[in-house]
């Protein structure tokens, strides 16, 4: 059995360029949550339970990638971008998931569903180019071993997801 998120087959969203984004956004986290909303689950409590988790989530994820792109000193400031961006991207999740959060469920429209994800895949797109651009500044600044390692970096954290084991 295939399982799926918003219809689309979790084979298809693990190939490696969804991973990398998987990797540094917060788009699932804030996507199943906004399901939790909308099935009415979601109370207030619940979603600031869920945007404390979240922001730890982050951080735990600038933390664990800082650690295994093994950022030097001279390449804090570069690797401050792509942080912020991270922190930007789940800044903006959190928004429409309090904007979801705020509706009633009942009320919503199928027209309304379909306008709520696009907003939240729109945010998720920008969030991503941001960070690749932030990421692309650091990447090239890095001595070629490191890139290798970076590129490691990714290649394994895809690898990892579509196999189950991360």
Do not use: C
């Amino acid at each position: 059995m295939v399982s799926s998120f918003h219809g689309f087959p979790v084979s298809s969203l693990l190939s490696r360029p969804a991973a990398i984004a998987v990797l540094m956004s917060v788009a699932m986290l804030a996507s199943h949550t906004v399901s939790a909303a909308a099935s009415g689950e979601a109370t207030e409590a619940k979603a600031e339970q869920a945007a404390e988790t979240k922001a730890e989530t982050v951080e735990q994820r600038i933390a664990k990638l800082h650690a295994n792109l093994k950022i030097t000193p001279d390449e804090e400031a570069n690797w401050k971008g792509v942080a912020q961006a991270m922190r930007d991207s789940s800044a903006a999740m959190d928004k429409l998931v309090a904007e979801k959060a705020d509706q009633d469920p009942k009320s919503l429209t199928a027209i309304d569903d379909l306008k709520t994800y696009e907003k939240f895949a729109r945010a998720h797109v920008d969030g991503l180019k941001n960070l690749t651009a932030s990421f692309e500044t650091l990447y090239d600044a890095m001595p070629v071993p490191q890139q290798k390692i970076a590129d490691q970096v990714f290649r394994s954290f895809g690898h990892e997801h579509a196999h189950g084991h991360g």
